[in-house]
């Protein structure tokens, strides 16, 4: 009898071991892609902060109502990122094999104008140039006859959960100068499983990867 209950307490903790040596909240099945995204809150990362991510491939152009289930098919690109092929309410019946089917939800958040003024007589100013998104500095450093003037507006995008990441702090300054230096040049490694759920791995900034 003590010999049976030691082979079931041996086999109960090699389950446990097992079960304990397999990633928690990833599902390892699935392909692993790039995205184009733009760091929407680098002064944020600078006070210790993660890192909050505006992908392109999120963005859409009909407005539709918060919370509704949308499917994007994506294809690769020649910079090896992946780019928005169709994006749809309801769930494709066939893939191509050089597909990627990611799914989100919709959703919609306020999004900063930045408007450059330019004054071109006294007390006269005038409209020189627009940019759309946050950025810490959307101008680069005024003259004495420019000033910015803000607003927003509303925008709807697709959520897919992954929008969000923390940064490890041994590595916090090198990513954000690398950020700083090439904000265009930011892309995150997100692994699709075969019902498009979608779990971000790490990012790459120019060349320099970063995993989690």
Known sequence: MVRRYFWFAAALIAQIGILAALPLGRDESGKRIWLSAKVTNLRDVMRGSGIR???DVARLNVSQRRGETVYVTLSMQSDSTWTV???????????????????????????????LLREKSAGEWVADSVAI?????PFGRLGKDETVAW????KAYVDFGIGY??????????????IRKHPEDF??????????????????????????
Request: proline share 5%; hydrophobic share 35%.
């Open 187 to 212: 892309a995150a490694l997100v692994q699709v499983d075969p019902e498009g759920r979608a779990s971000l791995l790490g990012f790459r900034v120019q060349e320099r990867e970063f995993r989690f």
């Open 165 to 178: 990441c923390d940064v490890p702090e041994r590595q916090r300054e090198r990513i954000i100068e690398d």
């Open 151 to 154: 607003a927003s507006a509303g």
């Open 53 to 55: 991510l505006d992908y």
């Open 85 to 115: 092929e169709e994006t749809s309410r309801k769930k494709p019946q066939e893939l191509a094999a050089e597909n990627v089917l990611i799914r989100g939800k919709t959703a919609h958040r306020r999004v900063p104008i930045h408007v």
């Open 133 to 137: 998104g946050h950025a810490e500095k």
